[in-house]
């Protein structure tokens, strides 16, 4: 994808994803909006450049996932595609296969903070990505779940990651019913961060996104990599990987605590 200019949404395969970057944020939106924002094969290999593209922009400090309307963030991946893949006597994709790392991944091995601003229903795929951001805003009559038992597929992420997230009892739960949980339950089960009406959805999560980059994009980025590296680690195992940027060392943690001192705000150079 190209870098994003000042003339608005930069559209990545077709237009079906967006990519802007608004002062410090990656803002990436897939735009479908007529098949509920369902991923194509190039809707997936377009959000992957996309959160490279964010991953590698040292301007980027962190970035917001959402999709387009106001219908589903993403209802998953393209039946009509899939079926069309079929009939012609063709396989469809298999996770963790291929030329190219599954999309999850890469959410995963981007190391910046990831809000998944979810902006109506996130299912089957649209779900895993909803799982594989760090911070998740929902708004108000949305649902999550993991539905692809009704299709005869396999969740490959989602049956990963869910149990790491909540109680294995109810992940297992809402993989083998693969019903869809209303955000506000989400909440409950510390799947969501948030919950917020519609009309105060866009001002709720920029306003979250603003206390997140007035951080120093060092810490950031030291507190992804570290969370993600050390997942299922033992403690003292994790304490010693030591991985991404090195606040201690930075020129941020020394105008951090020099701006500290002079009782104003500090001015990040991210290194």
Same mark, same amino acid.
């Given at each position: 994808?190209?870098? &994003? @200019?000042?003339?608005?949404?930069?559209?990545?395969? *077709?237009?079906?994803? +967006?990519? /802007?970057? #608004?002062?410090?944020?990656?803002?990436?939106?897939?735009?479908?909006?007529?098949?509920?924002?369902?991923?194509?094969?190039?809707?997936?290999?377009?959000?992957?450049?996309?959160?490279?593209?964010?991953?590698?922009?040292?301007?980027?400090?962190?970035?917001?996932?959402?999709?387009?309307?106001?219908?589903?963030?993403?209802?998953?991946?393209?039946?009509?595609?899939?079926?069309?893949?079929?009939?012609?006597?063709?396989?469809?994709?298999?996770?963790?296969?291929?030329?190219?790392?599954?999309?999850?991944?890469?959410?995963?091995?981007?190391?910046?903070?990831?809000?998944?601003?979810?902006?109506?229903?996130?299912?089957?795929?649209?779900?895993?990505?909803?799982? &594989? @951001?760090?911070?998740?805003?929902?708004?108000?009559? *949305?649902?999550?779940? +993991?539905? /692809?038992? #009704?299709?005869?597929?396999?969740?490959?992420?989602?049956?990963?990651?869910?149990?790491?997230?909540?109680?294995?009892?109810?992940?297992?739960?809402?993989?083998?019913?693969?019903?869809?949980?209303?955000?506000?339950?989400?909440?409950?089960?510390?799947?969501?961060?948030?919950?917020?009406?519609?009309?105060?959805?866009?001002?709720?999560?920029?306003?979250?996104?603003?206390?997140?980059?007035?951080?120093?994009?060092?810490?950031?980025?030291?507190?992804?990599?570290?969370?993600?590296?050390?997942?299922?680690?033992?403690?003292?195992?994790?304490?010693?990987?030591?991985?991404?940027?090195?606040?201690?060392?930075?020129?941020?943690?020394?105008?951090?605590?020099?701006?500290?001192?002079?009782?104003?705000?500090?001015?990040?150079?991210?290194?």
């Amino acid at each position: 994808m190209s870098d &994003a @200019s000042n003339d608005g949404l930069t559209p990545g395969a *077709a237009g079906e994803v +967006l990519y /802007e970057v #608004k002062g410090r944020a990656a803002w990436i939106t897939i735009n479908r909006p007529e098949r509920r924002n369902a991923m194509s094969r190039n809707t997936v290999r377009a959000l992957t450049e996309a959160f490279v593209e964010a991953g590698e922009d040292p301007e980027v400090w962190a970035i917001v996932i959402t999709g387009a309307g106001d219908k589903a963030f993403c209802a998953g991946g393209d039946m009509k595609e899939m079926n069309d893949i079929a009939q012609a006597g063709r396989q469809v994709h298999t996770p963790m296969t291929g030329m190219y790392r599954a999309l999850l991944e890469v959410m995963l091995e981007t190391y910046k903070p990831v809000i998944a601003a979810i902006n109506g229903h996130a299912l089957a795929g649209g779900c895993e990505i909803v799982l &594989a @951001s760090d911070i998740r805003i929902a708004v108000e009559g *949305a649902t999550i779940g +993991l539905t /692809e038992a #009704k299709r005869g597929m396999g969740a490959n992420f989602g049956s990963v990651v869910l149990p790491l997230l909540i109680p294995r009892a109810i992940a297992m739960d809402m993989l083998y019913t693969a019903r869809m949980v209303p955000v506000e339950e989400a909440k409950q089960l510390g799947l969501i961060n948030q919950v917020v009406p519609r009309e105060a959805f866009e001002t709720e999560v920029q306003a979250y996104l603003d206390t997140i980059i007035a951080n120093s994009p060092v810490s950031l980025r030291r507190y992804k990599e570290m969370a993600t590296k050390s997942w299922g680690l033992p403690v003292a195992s994790a304490l010693r990987l030591n991985v991404g940027p090195n606040p201690y060392t930075s020129e941020d943690r020394a105008e951090g605590v020099r701006a500290f001192i002079e009782k104003r705000a500090p001015e990040w150079k991210n290194r």
